[in-house]
């Protein structure tokens, strides 16, 4: 089944350490790919994305995510997190079957940090 | 740039009562918006895709007779929650694409709370 999945329902980590969050699709063709964040009282808002090219994904905050053809995943990477980041984090997938129209979001994953 | 507003963001109704949710891209037009739902400590699921101008496409399972979607112009669609219910106390979040320079990429509003007593 067409699904998008991130494993991980709740992390916590120490300000300053690194963080990845995992997610993985199941689509037969490469669907566009996105990383949302939601913090409290705001909106979504676009971390990253990717279509096409370099599978390496610079965002925004310092995030960046790498796409992995082989494994179907698109995990979501900072290399030292600040405090502000505690927030509700989506993966999000454009399938071709929807023409790139429609996102399908993972369950999200709630990222806690400790000072 | 590419900032999405809702309004109201937070309601309270009585059940039976009708709700209108009215979702504005500020600074660029729309070609297409979307309305989802998100439950408590759940994702968002996509209810319904309005274009302006024409009717809009809902997702299996969305009553499009309960939920009134319309897209009146490039820069604003409205969600009427009719004849609401307490079940459907919700989250509902709006996005808008932008057909121009970044016609693949959804812009979010703040979404709105829906309490039906």
């Known amino acids: 089944a067409q699904s998008v999945t991130q494993p991980d329902i709740h992390i916590t980590v120490s300000e300053g350490a690194s963080l990845e969050l995992r997610c993985n699709y199941s689509?037969?063709?490469?669907?566009?790919l996105f990383w949302y964040v939601q913090s409290p009282g705001q909106g979504l808002q676009l971390l990253l994305k990717y279509f096409s090219g370099d599978t390496l994904v610079q965002g925004i905050k310092g995030f960046e995510a790498e796409f992995k053809r082989s494994q179907s995943s698109f995990n979501l990477r900072k290399p030292s997190v600040h405090w502000s980041d505690a927030a509700e984090y989506f993966c999000a997938v454009a399938p071709l079957s929807g023409g790139y129209n429609k996102l399908i979001f993972g369950a999200g994953t709630r990222l806690a940090v400790h000072p | 740039g590419a900032v999405v507003s809702q309004h109201p963001s937070r309601v309270i109704c009585k059940s039976g009562t009708s709700v209108k949710i009215e979702c504005r891209s500020l600074?660029?037009?729309?070609?297409?918006m979307f309305w989802y739902r998100q439950f408590p400590k759940q994702s968002l699921m996509l209810m319904a895709t309005?274009?302006?101008?024409?009717?809009?496409?809902?997702e299996q399972g969305v009553e499009k007779d309960k939920f009134l979607i319309n897209h009146a112009s490039l820069t604003l669609s409205t969600l009427t929650v009719t004849s609401a219910h307490p079940e459907d106390s919700s989250f509902y979040i709006c996005?808008?694409?932008?057909?121009?320079?970044?016609?693949?990429?959804?812009?979010f509003g703040p979404g709105t709370r829906l309490t039906v007593l």
């Open positions: 996005s808008a694409r932008w057909g121009g320079r970044d016609p693949d990429t959804q812009y």
């Open positions: 600074d660029f037009q729309a070609t297409t």
């Open positions: 309005s274009n302006e101008g024409s009717k809009a496409t809902y």
């Open positions: 689509y037969g063709a490469t669907p566009y």
